[in-house]
């Protein structure tokens, strides 16, 4: 067979779920052109994954998504907290906590949310939000190899519906191949971690009489503690169709063919509390939960993100959240590298910051299983950990201690015991609501595409002709926002809000903040030289000195 040579491409993506979806549309916002192969024919049908923490709503806000999640969303928009009870009829019952965002603290935080949006609903999102921006798409197409050298990746992938076999070219390659990665596996690259946790079977299935046992209890998930009939029930509609988690024991010589039809009802009615209810099962899917982290997130020109770089219980919906903060780290990286603004040692710096964080969320999601007691897992609880400890801090106060910074804090923990958004590097910059233009945006919607300068009025024709200098020096893309009140801002702070303040500087000092929002160094005070200060900083995160 003489397999199609097409043309090259800057970037392959092998994996077209959550995370290589989430990867062609960040690149495709930043102009990288790129092919998806996807082995499956079409996105998933199977309602998973729906916890979307408040980091990766910000990106699809950026991203321009967020409306279109949302509305996807709607059914579960009223959704909240995680219910613990011994059937959904009997009087042992507690809500391990009532609402994800009790009192609205998090709006200091973020122009965000949480978002109850699963993947079967929010995947045909990302599809034709990445489609309408240009992505090469391709399900039924399955990567059958993988070679690199040192000028880029050739593939093989074959078509699954007519059997054609193609090769594509392509300067960098990101496997979202998932946990049993393919191509992890044919770099050899290892896996540290407990492994192997618990095992369930998603069930789903349609209970209208399901709808009146709950009542007005709009949870997430609740979790049922029937010792002889455990799992976790989740709504799809709240009033019709529904998801069950049933544990697994393979360990036990439990098969999936165990599962009948009859056992499902039986399970389902016993767990509930409701005998006689009239179910109908619609499908079965096996599950694992696990915690591993690979060893590395790539060799040469082939990068791992999402489960194929880590694995993560699913109590917390941290896995798929930090897969797609892994797309996005890594999006703007290779943007940079493809444009001849950096270096390729930049790309080193995704697993320096990435690694740690996973290594870190999935300690805690493992914890979280074993607080939540998940149907499945026989873990102990934490005796230091309370219940709902640190769980924001890990969706959205993680840093990088290490990387494409300067003057972060080495020592600095990963995830920290409190929220720092004081606009130290190697953290999330703050949030603050500013208004110019005639609209009124968030700091946070200022980067995407560019590292972004922040200054006040004061001084700011002194930084904003620094800032031009080192871009072009440099071939870089750097904006400049002058924020402050007067004739000589951009922006102005709502509220009389101090920029100055919120980012841990002084009003003659200086942020820098990265393309995907973090921190890369800070100014606290007056520089003798603006211009040199940024060439040798722009350089430095570069990789160009």
């Known amino acids: 067979m003489n397999p199609k040579v097409e043309h090259r491409v800057p970037v392959l993506i092998v994996g077209g779920s959550l995370v290589g979806l989430s990867a062609s549309l960040f690149l495709g916002r930043l102009g990288i052109a790129h092919t998806l192969v996807e082995k499956h024919a079409d996105t998933s049908r199977h309602p998973r994954g729906r916890g979307n923490n408040v980091r990766t709503m910000e990106l699809f806000r950026v991203a321009g998504a967020e409306r279109r999640i949302r509305e996807a969303a709607s059914v579960l928009s009223d959704n909240h907290g995680i219910l613990q009870a011994g059937s959904l009829t009997g009087d042992d019952q507690e809500w391990l906590f009532r609402e994800i965002d009790p009192g609205g603290g998090l709006a200091r935080f973020s122009p965000a949310g949480w978002c109850l949006c699963s993947q079967n609903d929010l995947e045909p999102v990302l599809v034709r939000c990445a489609r309408e921006l240009g992505a090469d798409l391709r399900f039924a197409t399955e990567l059958m190899s993988c070679d690199q050298d040192p000028d880029g990746v050739t593939a093989v992938v074959k078509n699954r519906d007519t059997g054609e076999h193609a090769t594509l070219r392509a300067d960098y390659l990101i496997a979202a191949d998932g946990p049993r990665s393919p191509v992890r596996e044919g770099l050899g690259i290892g896996q540290t971690g407990p492994g192997d946790l618990f095992h369930n079977v998603s069930i789903t299935f349609r209970a209208p009489e399901l709808a009146d046992a709950v009542g007005d209890r709009r949870f997430i998930a609740c979790y049922l503690t029937?010792?002889?009939?455990?799992?976790?029930?989740?709504?799809?509609?709240?009033?019709?169709?529904?998801?069950?988690?049933?544990?697994?024991?393979?360990?036990?010589?439990?098969?999936?063919?165990?599962?009948?039809?009859?056992?499902?009802?039986?399970?389902?009615?016993?767990?509930?509390?409701?005998?006689?209810?009239?179910?109908?099962?619609?499908?079965?899917?096996?599950?694992?939960?696990?915690?591993?982290?690979?060893?590395?997130?790539?060799?040469?020109?082939?990068?791992?993100?999402?489960?194929?770089?880590?694995?993560?219980?699913?109590?917390?919906?941290?896995?798929?959240?930090?897969?797609?903060?892994?797309?996005?780290?890594?999006?703007?990286?290779?943007?940079?590298?493809?444009?001849?603004?950096?270096?390729?040692?930049?790309?080193?710096?995704?697993?320096?910051?990435?690694?740690?964080?996973?290594?870190?969320?999935?300690?805690?999601?493992?914890?979280?299983?074993?607080?939540?007691?998940?149907?499945?897992?026989?873990?102990?609880?934490?005796?230091?950990?309370?219940?709902?400890?640190?769980?924001?801090t890990v969706a959205l106060g993680y840093c990088y201690p290490q990387g494409a910074v300067i003057g972060a804090d080495p020592d600095l923990p990963v995830v920290p015991e409190q929220m720092r958004l004081t606009g130290e590097p190697g953290t999330r910059a703050p949030h603050m609501w500013l208004h110019g233009a005639g609209e009124r945006r968030s700091t946070l919607d200022l980067y995407e595409r560019s590292f972004v300068l922040l200054t006040g009025p004061e001084n700011g024709a002194v930084w904003r002709a620094a800032a031009e200098n080192a871009a072009r020096h440099w071939s870089a893309r750097l904006d400049h926002h002058r924020i402050g009140d007067g004739p000589d801002a951009d922006l102005s702070p709502e509220d009389g809000a101090d920029w100055a303040e919120v980012h841990g500087t002084a009003p003659e000092g200086a942020v820098l903040v990265r393309p995907d929002g973090f921190v890369a160094w800070r100014a606290e005070g007056r520089v003798a030289d603006p211009e040199g200060a940024l060439r040798e900083v722009l350089g430095g995160l570069l990789c160009r000195e």
């Open 226 to 392: 029937n010792p002889e009939a455990d799992g976790a029930l989740l709504p799809v509609d709240n009033r019709e169709h529904w998801v069950f988690h049933a544990p697994w024991h393979p360990d036990r010589g439990e098969t999936l063919e165990d599962f009948t039809d009859e056992r499902c009802v039986d399970h389902i009615r016993r767990a509930t509390g409701v005998p006689g209810m009239a179910v109908e099962i619609t499908g079965k899917a096996p599950w694992h939960a696990a915690e591993r982290v690979a060893e590395r997130y790539g060799a040469g020109r082939i990068f791992l993100a999402g489960d194929s770089a880590h694995e993560m219980s699913p109590t917390g919906a941290f896995g798929s959240n930090t897969g797609i903060q892994d797309a996005h780290n890594l999006a703007w990286k290779l943007a940079a590298v493809l444009e001849g603004a950096a270096a390729p040692g930049l790309l080193d710096t995704y697993e320096a910051e990435r690694q740690p964080v996973a290594r870190a969320t999935s300690a805690r999601a493992s914890a979280r299983s074993a607080e939540h007691s998940h149907p499945g897992y026989a873990a102990a609880p934490n005796a230091g950990g309370g219940r709902q400890r640190g769980v924001l």
